[in-house]
């Protein structure tokens, strides 16, 4: 039996909405499909290491954000052997990270929106679903829809965001009045530039400090 390790990268932007990165298999078994990042687990790594390792050489990207997702071990999950897989997922903006170098095992790596995802080798479809069911439920307790806005952000960004990380329309009054609620929002005295679209709009900025402060007196986010 061999220990695996996944990494589950959700990438977002304002135009393309929330996507996930994929990398085409070299080899056999599922030679020329379409994975999640990952490799087996080497003697002296943690899994920790092993899957920022794996997600480095076959992608050429690194990422602040790394979170355990799920354990994966299913006897046949693997056509090679007995191979348990444990998951992790990850959020961070595509902008910063267009730059893909497909290395290792790895033919391609590429960025696939979620809407669109081809044939995936092993469960991975599977671990895919469990991943974009954990990010969609985590962002109602936990801000960390954050790590993808800019520093400064106009509201409506927000709120796209979680339109789009729900994939379903929200009552814009009560997003508003709940999120500013929480006070970890500033105001940050600038206006948006002007788009063609509308009048500019006053920039926000995610407050983490009070955030880190309201949770040690007990606060709990929740939208």
Excluded: C
């Excluded at 006897?75 to 990850?90: K, N, T």
Aim: aromatic share 12%.
């Amino acid at each position: 039996m061999k220990v695996a390790v996944d990494a589950i990268i959700f990438g977002y932007s304002k135009n393309d909405g929330v996507s996930v990165l994929l990398i085409q298999r070299k080899y056999e078994p599922f030679k020329n499909a379409w994975a999640i990042p990952g490799g087996f687990v080497l003697e002296d790594e943690s899994l920790e290491v092993a899957v920022r390792r794996e997600l480095e050489e076959e992608t050429g990207i690194s990422v602040n954000f790394l979170e355990q997702l799920y354990t994966f071990g299913e006897p046949a999950r693997d056509p090679r052997q007995r191979i348990i897989s444990v998951s992790y997922f990850g959020l961070v903006k595509t902008s910063q990270y267009q730059q893909l170098k497909a290395s290792t095992d790895a033919e391609n790596a590429k960025w696939f929106s979620i809407k669109k995802i081809p044939s995936l080798a092993f469960d991975h479809k599977q671990i895919l679903l469990v991943a974009i069911e954990r990010l969609r439920t985590k962002i109602r307790y936990q801000p960390i829809g954050f790590e993808l806005l800019d520093k400064k952000f106009p509201f409506s960004d927000l709120e796209k965001l979680y339109t789009t990380l729900h994939d379903k329309e929200i009552n814009r009054r009560n997003f508003s009045k709940k999120i500013l609620s929480f006070d970890i929002l500033e105001e940050t005295g600038e206006l948006s530039k002007p788009d063609g679209k509308g009048r500019p709009s006053k920039m926000y900025q995610f407050n983490q400090k009070r955030y880190k402060e309201l949770l040690k007196e007990g606060f709990h986010f929740e939208i």
